[in-house]
């Protein structure tokens, strides 16, 4: 699966005061239908990614890159076992040792798999929490598995990049997402892409005419319609 990598940003930029790219930019915006229809194999996870290069390009920021694609040829071509790569590309398990050599990389589309692997320890996200590359961070954003003072320090990252990707993480709790919201004045388009979307953002981007937003939440309702979210013990939606 591919998603898109950001290497810059204008300040402002998918804020909620700041112009938003037209409808045309992003994905389902013709119709939340074909989104659903057209791919029907990926992730929501990665569908959500790539929509952030979409979203992003309509502010004149650098295209997209593939982490997967890219992740794979720089590690095939210095001789790493294709078990391996393909662990790292389909979020399998990782030995510590791998895990500290590819964190180690000096490919940031290898350092984003690793970041956003969901069998990384509390020490291992740490480490990816604190790489100098905002991609990574922002792949890091998305593991279900991070603490709460490391979720508090990803909403205060300087790269939007990274907490608009934190916003869109089905394992934060409605406070958490709201406090970004707030603190971050992050627009409502990043957590219409959330299952877990809070009620009164929810409520708030069905009254007003961010049409973007709107198309959102009919494409993640009608992934939870068709099983590629399921309710867990506690009533939050993640991925099947």
Same mark, same amino acid.
């Given at each position: 699966?591919?998603?898109?990598?950001i =290497?810059s /940003? =204008?300040?402002g930029c998918?804020?909620?005061?700041s112009p938003?790219?037209s409808?045309?930019?992003l994905p389902?915006?013709?119709s939340? #239908?074909?989104?659903?229809?057209?791919n029907m =194999?990926i992730?929501?996870?990665?569908?959500?990614?790539?929509?952030?290069?979409v979203?992003l390009?309509g502010?004149?920021?650098?295209?997209?890159?593939?982490?997967?694609k +890219?992740?794979r040829?720089?590690? &095939? =071509?210095?001789?790493y076992?294709? #078990?391996?790569i393909?662990?790292?590309? #389909?979020?399998?398990?990782?030995?510590?040792?791998?895990?500290? &050599? *590819?964190?180690?990389?000096?490919?940031?589309?290898?350092?984003?798999?690793?970041a956003? +692997?969901?069998?990384? %320890?509390?020490g291992?996200?740490a480490?990816?929490?604190?790489?100098k590359?905002?991609? %990574? /961070?922002?792949?890091?954003?998305? +593991?279900? $598995?991070?603490?709460?003072?490391?979720?508090? /320090?990803?909403t205060?990252?300087?790269?939007? %990049?990274?907490y608009?990707? *934190?916003a869109g993480n089905?394992?934060?709790s !409605?406070?958490? *997402?709201?406090?970004?919201?707030? &603190?971050?004045h992050?627009a #409502? *388009?990043?957590?219409?892409? $959330?299952? +877990?979307c809070?009620?009164s953002?929810?409520?708030s981007?069905?009254?007003?005419d961010d049409?973007?937003?709107k198309?959102?939440?009919?494409i993640? !309702?009608?992934?939870k319609? !068709?099983?590629?979210y399921v309710? !867990?013990?506690?009533?939050?939606?993640? &991925?099947?």
């Amino acid at each position: 699966m591919e998603v898109s990598r950001i =290497k810059s /940003r =204008k300040r402002g930029c998918g804020r909620e005061d700041s112009p938003a790219p037209s409808d045309s930019a992003l994905p389902g915006a013709c119709s939340p #239908d074909q989104v659903l229809a057209s791919n029907m =194999k990926i992730p929501p996870a990665i569908i959500a990614l790539l929509s952030m290069g979409v979203f992003l390009s309509g502010c004149q920021i650098a295209g997209p890159a593939y982490p997967e694609k +890219n992740g794979r040829t720089y590690l &095939e =071509k210095r001789g790493y076992p294709d #078990d391996l790569i393909s662990r790292l590309a #389909d979020g399998g398990k990782l030995s510590a040792s791998e895990v500290r &050599e *590819l964190q180690a990389s000096g490919s940031p589309d290898v350092r984003f798999l690793v970041a956003r +692997n969901p069998s990384l %320890t509390p020490g291992q996200l740490a480490v990816s929490i604190a790489d100098k590359d905002d991609f %990574t /961070r922002s792949g890091v954003a998305r +593991n279900a $598995n991070l603490s709460p003072s490391q979720i508090a /320090r990803l909403t205060h990252d300087e790269s939007h %990049t990274v907490y608009a990707a *934190l916003a869109g993480n089905p394992a934060l709790s !409605d406070a958490e *997402l709201l406090r970004i919201r707030e &603190e971050r004045h992050l627009a #409502d *388009l990043w957590f219409a892409m $959330n299952p +877990n979307c809070p009620a009164s953002i929810r409520r708030s981007i069905l009254a007003s005419d961010d049409s973007s937003a709107k198309h959102w939440l009919k494409i993640v !309702d009608g992934w939870k319609k !068709d099983g590629r979210y399921v309710r !867990d013990p506690k009533g939050r939606w993640r &991925e099947a």
